[in-house]
């Protein structure tokens, strides 16, 4: 596989930063895109843009096609049963709170408790606070390990048979553990509890079956999978999809409106409310063939290789600490300098053109679990090879120099 | 621009060893100061006498180079200071930030002049202006005696 073909379909790598090459390692936070994305945009807004679904006009016929064909397209990406079962959203925040919501209108009372984990992201806790808050709800937390490993056995523990719902990271956007969710799903069938599974960071990195992980839920984000903003997608089981009440209330998602009733569109329209991000969605399309097209195999083989050289060059620096050692881990790469705060490395490398993220990454709970206020982090895409972290450990040790560090 | 105007030699020093860090005995005033997009975290201790004399000034807190430096030199820059002047130091600060780079000020030394001016490098760096500002705000807000922690989103600059 030939890195530099595949980075050549990344319109943004021909450009400089601070008069420096990019060298992007924030693809945790957002991917860059490939040019079949962006020619998508362009293509649909020129020659194809309608409303989809409303109209009978050509344009809308055409438009209403491609939607669906990206739907029928994550349906096979993800091994979903039925296209029913994709549920196009504004983010994956959202997607989580679709479920959050209408799942804690229907099945939390007082007293309930909805089981999470120390690794998660705000979007897959701040949803279920609110159902604390409105609806008196507990939320645990499962811990975790100093290596960042989900504690499976303390899990079990916290299960209860007020347990409604299981809410977890695939993977974690700060120690890069891949969660073991077969695992996780088996220990909550014998309990009868659903689980909803965070693959924001999972999707564009490793194989996502949700067949084969066998969970209800499963939120997917797709500019981190090198598609445009706008587009989330919830996966849910259909028999939740059909159960579950409607979200946000509007045109496109009723079947018949009376004065005195109304009643909803069936599978997937109940979910998709209002106009949808027509053209991002189509583009999406595009984010999938780009990934098909290397295959996901050949992907977690490449960012594999890039991270083991990360660490092994990163882990040779004077006081850089790398944030957890997870059992399995993927190309995110916490970290810390002792002497320079991550906000101070961000800064400085920025100026030799890396892009990092230094904060808590929206992880204030694993920050505070792991005794930290703020890490830097790089984070891997299909795009970077080893000369990307050639650059970043050369930048590091710049900020060392600055800081004049022994 | 070369980081290393912003990270000039007083601000790693500041920044490595701050000046009046720790919790003030017999303070008159505190207040917190909170930057939600990194963590950092300040709390100063101010002690006003009789006069409105910023008679001792102290902080304690987290966060990086540029925000301990510049509660630092803060503290050093308003300790002694009537409250008047304090205040127009605070102004003089901020204004620098955000537009003018030159100070006039009868209150400060040309010592303390160019450690103010030694911060103003942060202009450069948008993202980066709000962890040199945070303790400023701060101190105005001890100094007024309000109970609200200073929240970086909800001040100007």
């Known amino acids: 596989m030939d890195i530099n073909t595949i980075k050549s379909q990344f319109p943004i790598f021909s450009k400089k930063i601070n008069g420096k090459p990019l060298t992007y390692l924030d693809s945790s936070n957002s991917s860059q895109k490939p040019i079949g994305v962006i020619n998508s945009l362009d293509f649909f807004y020129k020659n194809e843009f309608s409303n989809i679904g409303r109209s009978i006009h050509s344009l809308a016929v055409n438009a209403t096609n491609k939607f669906e064909e990206t739907r029928m397209s994550v349906k096979n990406f993800i091994n979903a049963s039925h296209k029913e079962e994709i549920i196009f959203t504004k983010n994956a925040t959202e997607a989580i709170n679709l479920v959050a919501t209408t799942f804690g209108q229907q099945n939390i009372k007082k007293g309930d408790e909805i089981l999470i984990t120390e690794l998660e992201h705000h979007s897959n806790y701040v949803p279920w606070h609110y159902l604390r808050e409105t609806r008196g709800a507990i939320i645990k937390f499962a811990p975790i390990n100093d290596d960042g490993d989900i504690i499976i056995e303390e899990l079990k523990n916290l299960i209860t048979s007020k347990t409604k719902i299981i809410a977890v990271t695939h993977l974690s956007n700060v120690t890069g553990t891949i969660v073991p969710i077969k695992e996780i799903v088996e220990i909550a069938r014998k309990k009868n509890i659903p689980v909803l599974v965070d693959g924001c960071q999972s999707t564009p990195h490793i194989k996502v079956d949700v067949k084969d992980l066998d969970c209800d839920f499963y939120a997917i984000s797709c500019h981190k999978v090198y598609g445009p903003t706008g587009v989330g997608i919830l996966y849910a089981k259909k028999k939740w999809l059909e159960k579950l009440p409607p979200y946000i209330g509007g045109g496109g998602m009723i079947s018949e409106v009376k004065k005195d009733k109304i009643s909803y569109a069936p599978l997937p329209e109940k979910y998709e409310a209002g106009t949808m991000p027509t053209a991002e969605v189509v583009a999406f399309c595009e984010s999938i063939k780009f990934i098909k097209s290397i295959g996901i195999e050949n992907i977690v083989k490449h960012e594999k290789e890039v991270t083991n050289y990360a660490l092994d060059k990163l882990k040779k620096i004077n006081s850089v600490n790398i944030v957890g050692n997870p059992k399995n881990k993927a190309g995110v790469i916490s970290f810390t300098i002792k002497g320079i705060h991550p906000h101070d490395i961000s800064t400085i490398v920025d100026e030799e053109g890396v892009a990092i993220r230094a904060g808590h990454h929206c992880c204030q709970i694993l920050h505070e679990r792991l005794g930290l206020t703020a890490t830097a982090r790089a984070s891997i895409g299909i795009y970077n090879s080893k000369e990307d972290i050639d650059v970043l450990c050369e930048s590091i040790e710049k900020c060392r120099k600055v800081f004049e560090l022994k | ?157």
């Open chain 2, 1 to 157: 621009m070369d980081v290393k105007q912003l990270y000039q030699d007083i601000i790693l020093e500041h920044g490595k060893s701050p000046q009046n860090f720790g919790k003030l005995d017999g303070y008159s005033h505190e207040a917190k100061g909170y930057n939600p997009l990194c963590g950092d975290q300040v709390q100063i201790y101010l002690k006003l006498n009789n006069e409105k004399k910023v008679e001792n000034l102290t902080f304690e807190g987290s966060g990086c180079a540029i925000s301990i430096a510049s509660t630092s030199i803060m503290t050093e820059l308003v300790k002694g200071k009537s409250f008047i002047s304090a205040k127009s130091i605070i102004n003089a600060f901020l204004s620098m930030i955000k537009n003018k780079t030159e100070i006039r000020l009868k209150d400060l030394d040309e010592d303390q002049k160019i450690k103010m001016m030694s911060l103003s490098g942060v202009k450069q760096y948008p993202m980066r202006v709000k962890c040199a500002t945070l303790a400023w705000h701060t101190l105005t807000s001890a100094m007024e005696g309000k109970k609200q922690q200073v929240n970086t989103e909800t001040v100007d600059i």
